[in-house]
């Protein structure tokens, strides 16, 4: 296996395999395996300790959600829903080489206008930024920490 930075996250144990030369790792949201690239693997940290260690329900949370935005498909890395089915957060993850630009916060906005979730974080497995949308008064704010999981967020 080809050796991944340490994550400013909890180790996770993969299931990785090999398949045509390719090493992929298993997606439990997706239920499938996947190339395991540098995003992938802050992918799988991330959504792994949002379950495990800040409560967020697997069954609320879908892995690369297509969307259609300016007549172009797009897919947004994570999405957690409510119970009814409604976007309560989004994720973009990059790879932990890749900044934390303002480009990063620009993509999850626009993908916010499809969504208008109440939550963005933004992670590159390193450092994880999180604001929570006030649509009322059309602003956001940065969270010190991601919220812990409640049916109320």
């Excluded at 296996?1 to 997606?27: A, C, G, H, W, Y």
């Excluded at 935005?69 to 957690?80: A, G, I, P, Q, S």
Aim: net charge neutral.
């Amino acid at each position: 296996m080809t050796e991944q930075p340490p994550l400013n996250l909890p180790l996770v144990e993969l299931r990785l395999r090999m398949e045509d030369k390719i090493l992929k790792v298993f997606d439990p949201l997706r239920k499938k395996y996947v190339a395991l690239t540098p995003e992938e693997y802050v992918r799988q940290h991330f959504t792994a300790w949002m379950t495990d260690s800040l409560g967020y329900p697997a069954s609320l949370m879908s892995n690369e959600v297509s969307i259609s935005l300016n007549d172009t498909k797009r897919r947004c890395d994570t999405v957690v829903f409510r119970n009814d089915g409604s976007p309560l957060v989004i994720v973009e993850y990059k790879a932990p080489t890749v900044a934390i630009t303002q480009n990063v916060f620009d993509q999850i906005a626009r993908y916010n206008m499809v969504f208008h979730s109440s939550y963005l974080i933004v992670s590159n497995g390193l450092r994880h930024f999180c604001c929570k949308m006030d649509y009322d008064s059309n602003s956001y704010s940065f969270l010190p920490n991601i919220p812990i999981w409640s049916p109320d967020l």
